[in-house]
Structures are given as structure tokens and as C-alpha cells.
């Protein structure tokens, strides 16, 4: 069954320091999304996109962050100068459709930051 | 503001009883909802959305619109229906498209 892959699992980073999270969504899914979950806390939406834009960012999405899909297949989300409480685990989903469909899930990439 | 509570952060049974994980929500649009479910050291997956009105591992959920809940139920729990409980509300309009999740029920179920 096709999945959502992402790497790292884990990332240990200094604060300042840029960190790239990879993502590799599932091959025909049109999609992509960056979600967060800081320990404790609920899961929050971060960023979507779709047609390689940006189709809808939060609050959270702010300059420090931006997304890209360099190659067709990779969808990556950057932070440009990590702070401490950017510590979060950051799932990458994608979904065939934008409306009412099912969003497939990676399994996240726990982000330190120390 | 679009919202999703789910006001129980545990909930605990005993395996063959009647569960029931609740979520409200607050949306001024047309409200699209989900379950997704999160086993232990597994990846975050889609258990039910209302839309399909199925029944999935035996869990169903019924939008209420009236009094704006989408609660999941299961009458009789089995061990392996532990797991993390995120009720989650799609925004779609215009260039929207993303999930509200709630804050996730943690189930328990004892033998």
C-alpha cells in the first residue's frame, strides 16, 4: 500500500541553525501538507499546497518557514533559523482531492531543537 | 472561529463495554468531519469521515447538526481500539483546504 514517507525520524538541531524536514508524499496524491504537533498539543496546520504554491498557510507559517517541491516527488518544509519552541513533531500529509477526501499521513519527524 | 473540542483528554474502559469519544465543533460553513486514529508508534490514519456514513471497525459517528457534534461510538471496546482519537474538521472554501484538529481522546481499554 503506498505511503507517505518522511525523513529524518529525528532531528536534533541547534537554535539558529536552518533545518530542511523531507517528505516524499504518495506518487498520483495532487496535495501537500505541513502539520505540527508540539508535545502535549494538539495537531495544527501549518501550510498546503497544491500546483507547486501555496495554496493556504496559518499563523504559525510565518517567514521563518517555506515549502518547496524541488524535484516531482520530494515535498520539503524549511526552517530558516530554528528557535526553541519550533521542537515539535511535523507530519507531512497528502491527498488525492482537496474536498472531503482522505489525507494520508507520514509518520512525522520529531524536531529538537536544543 | 472554526474550532474542534474533544473535552475528555483520557478515557478509560474495560474491554466489552460501550464507548463513546466525544467532539463539537464550531464552523460557520458546511462541516466536513473525520475521525483519525493514531495506534501506538503508528502514523496518524482516517478511521471514519461523516460524509461515507460507514462503519469502521465497528465504530460509527453521527453529524448532529443541531447540536454540532460528530461523536464516535463503539458498543462493545476491544483492547486493540487503544489508541490516540483526533476529531478533525476540513475547511473547504475558496482556496481552503485543511484539517481543525481537536485536541485528541486518548482511549483505554482494559481487559
Known sequence: ?114 | AQRVTQPEKLLSVFKGAPVELKCNYSYSGSPELFWYVQYSRQRLQLLLRHISRESIKGFTADLNKGETSFHLKKPFAQEEDSAMYYCALGQYGGSQGNLIFGKGTKLSVKP
Not at chain 1, 501537500?32 to 495544527?44: A, D, H, M, N, T
Not at chain 1, 524535484?71 to 524549511?78: A, P, R
Open chain 1, 1 to 114: 500500500e503506498p505511503e507517505v514517507t518522511q525523513t529524518p525520524s529525528h532531528q536534533v538541531t541547534q537554535m539558529g541553525q536552518e533545518v530542511i524536514l523531507r517528505c516524499v508524499p504518495i506518487s498520483n496524491h495532487l496535495y501537500f501538507y505541513w502539520y505540527r504537533q508540539i508535545l502535549g498539543q494538539k495537531v495544527e496546520f501549518l501550510v498546503s499546497f497544491y500546483n507547486n504554491e501555496i495554496s493556504e498557510k496559518s499563523e504559525i507559517f510565518d517567514d521563518q518557514f517555506s515549502v518547496e517541491r524541488p524535484d516531482g516527488s520530494n515535498f520539503t518544509l524549511k526552517i530558516r533559523s530554528t528557535k526553541l519552541e519550533d521542537s515539535a513533531m511535523y507530519f507531512c500529509a497528502s491527498s488525492l482531492e482537496r474536498v472531503n477526501t482522505e489525507a494520508f499521513f507520514g509518520q512525522g519527524t520529531r524536531l529538537t531543537v536544543v
